[in-house]
């Protein structure tokens, strides 16, 4: 069974500060990870994907990707309100044709 | 341009009914799924067609089935509907499926409400 662990809870950061999420997944070969932003009652959104381990970065987003440890992080720097959402972590791996999915963690920006 | 549509966006119905939900894409997309949300927010997935073939089908019952009659359509028909297939069902669709790199763009989801 491939599984996607999540931090339980949601994180509440104040507007401007850095939101860190993590998620471990139990699988040595997957190969792809992503993260997938989801505002309530709305569909998710892919805002970032990583491969190769070490970081990605776009624009205010950065995904750490270790495969020797299992986890992958995404942080949110200069928190906005509008960062307010469910964020799900995702990955996949060759042959597999799907994504498995973690339970999500929702981030609360206080302005 | 909605890159894909699904519709009803609400569903709202008796157990025992029959129902279905649309999907379609215009992204070129040679795969596409079907995911079911349940009210803890959790994805799961139950069907993938790619170019109208069925490559997965989890375990699910089979009151559910899906069809694709071209690869920019796949529909959901359910039977006999029951009080736990109350959740949202989003459509999805990909590039590719099987080299590990699945990239899904999901529609709007259907809220179904079974009482």
């Known amino acids: 069974q491939k599984e996607v662990e999540q931090n339980s809870g949601p994180l509440s950061v104040p507007e401007g500060a850095i939101a860190s999420l993590n998620c471990t997944y139990s699988d040595r070969g997957s190969q792809s990870f992503f993260w997938y932003r989801q505002y309530s009652g709305k569909s998710p959104e892919l805002i970032m994907f990583?491969?190769?381990?070490g970081d990605k970065e776009d624009g205010r987003f950065t995904a750490q990707l270790n495969k020797a440890s299992q986890y992958v992080s995404l942080l949110i720097r200069d928190s906005q309100p509008s960062d307010s959402a469910t964020y799900l972590c995702?990955?996949?791996?060759?042959?597999?044709?799907?994504?498995?999915f973690g339970k999500g963690n929702q981030v609360v920006v206080i302005p | 341009d909605t890159a894909v549509s699904q519709t009803p966006k609400y569903l709202v119905t008796q157990m025992g009914n029959d129902k279905s939900i649309k999907c379609e894409q215009n992204l070129g997309h040679d795969t596409m799924y079907w995911y079911k949300q349940d009210s803890k927010k959790f994805l799961k997935i139950m069907f993938s067609y790619n170019n109208k073939e069925l490559i997965i089908n989890e375990t699910v019952p089979n009151r559910f089935s899906p069809k694709s009659p071209d690869k920019a359509h796949l529909n959901l028909h359910i039977n006999s509907l029951e009080l736990g297939d109350s959740a949202v069902y989003f459509c999805?669709?990909?590039?590719?499926?099987?080299?590990?790199?699945?990239?899904?763009?999901f529609g709007s989801g259907t809220q179904l409400s079974v009482l």
């Open positions: 995702a990955f996949s791996w060759y042959g597999n044709n799907r994504l498995a």
């Open positions: 999805a669709s990909s590039p590719q499926a099987g080299e590990g790199n699945e990239k899904l763009f």
């Open positions: 990583i491969y190769s381990n």
